[in-house]
């Protein structure tokens, strides 16, 4: 079932699935998902746990390649596709994952910079700036030369939406953002990822449980039931 969201345009939309299905080994898991997200929209995914909405996100960003349909990254197959500033990845992953890394979190968002326009390579003071310009807009740039294993847990997460911003993507991918965060840090992060939509035109494919963020962030919701689109509410 193909889910269309928002109005065609002439550019091509930033994500587009067309009768995926993908399996880990000989589990079929999802079974001819359709989704389309244009630009500048915001499209939620919502179900239980293990209905699929992760792998959705995985397949999309091209973290994982579908074993029959197509998936397209602004208009492109993403194994070929090369314009990876274009697009900011949240993935769910357990902290630990992320904060034995040996870096400080102005290393961390460092790493994460591609080129800068049209190519240009950026020098030692450009990346330390867009880096910390990355922390600011997370309000963590106090805290740019602390180790991320000293972080807590909402100031890591904070810092991974830092790495996820610090390229200016046309696309941000989140997958379960406000796990762990108290309700301050989800105010923020929801009211930050608000602003860069509105200002930007930043268009946003979400995976969540929490309705508070639903309710926050507004835009199209599908629901996901054992590797299916189910529903849809706009
Ligand atoms: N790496 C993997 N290897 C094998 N099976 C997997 C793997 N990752 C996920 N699965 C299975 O694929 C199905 C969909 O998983 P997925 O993580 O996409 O679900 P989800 O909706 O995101 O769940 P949750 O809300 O718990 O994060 C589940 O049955 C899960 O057990």
Known sequence: MAVELGTPEAAAPPVELRDVRFSYGREEVLHGVGLVVGAGEICSIVGDNGAGKSTIARLAVGELAPTAG???????NPARFGRWNLVGYVPQLPPEAVSRFPATALELVSAFQGAGARGRRLSRAERRERSLDALGRVGMDAHASRMVRELSGGQLQRVRLACALVNGPG??????????????????LCSLVASTHAKRRLTVLLVTHD??????????????????IVRREA
């Open 70 to 76: 197509t998936v397209r990254l602004f208009g492109e």
């Open 171 to 188: 696309l941000l991918v989140l997958d379960e953002p406000t796990n762990g965060l108290d309700r301050e840090s989800r105010e923020a």
């Open 211 to 228: 309705q508070r963020v639903l309710r926050s962030l507004g835009g199209s919701v599908l629901l996901v039931e054992d590797g299916r």
